[in-house]
């Protein structure tokens, strides 16, 4: 169950939607203009998987040109007030994460550092045949 509801909030755009959504209905196109980096294509992949998973709901309206709206489903409402503690807990604690990370790559290049100086020396020592 746990790995179901992963699933939907793992394709990178789903929550970005979601979150515009939170605001009432939009079109596609301003969805678009809103979110920052999707595509045309993987906007529309997107709202489609939220469509088939039940948390977007797509209203086509008859006209010329067809007016497409979404909007969050109830059940799209009630997953986004679950996240809402997981939210709190990243805004919470986005300093630490960011510190963490920035000792973690100065750690990794200090590392690459280390054994790129060690590679070196290693191939400027010439070795003695029987001695090591």
């Known amino acids: ?16 939607v979601l979150a515009r959504l939170t605001n009432g209905t939009h079109r596609f196109n301003e969805l678009l203009r809103q979110i920052d ?6 906007l529309s992949a997107t709202l ?20 497409v709206e979404y909007e969050l489903s109830d059940t799209g409402e009630a997953l ?3 996240l809402a503690p997981l939210l709190d807990w990243g805004k919470s604690y ?3 994460i960011a510190d963490a990370r920035e000792r973690f790559d100065r750690l990794q290049l200090w590392r690459a550092a280390g054994q790129e100086m060690q ?9 003695v045949p029987g001695v090591y």
């Open 94 to 96: 986005q300093d630490e």
């Open 37 to 42: 980096g999707v595509s045309r294509r993987m």
């Open 80 to 82: 986004l007030t679950a």
């Open 48 to 67: 489609r998987q939220l469509e088939r998973d039940g948390l977007v709901l797509r209203h086509v309206y008859a006209r010329v040109p067809a007016r």
């Open 1 to 16: 169950m746990l790995q179901g509801a992963l699933g939907v909030l793992g394709a990178k755009w789903s929550l970005a």
């Open 119 to 127: 590679q070196t020396h290693s191939a400027r020592q010439p070795r």
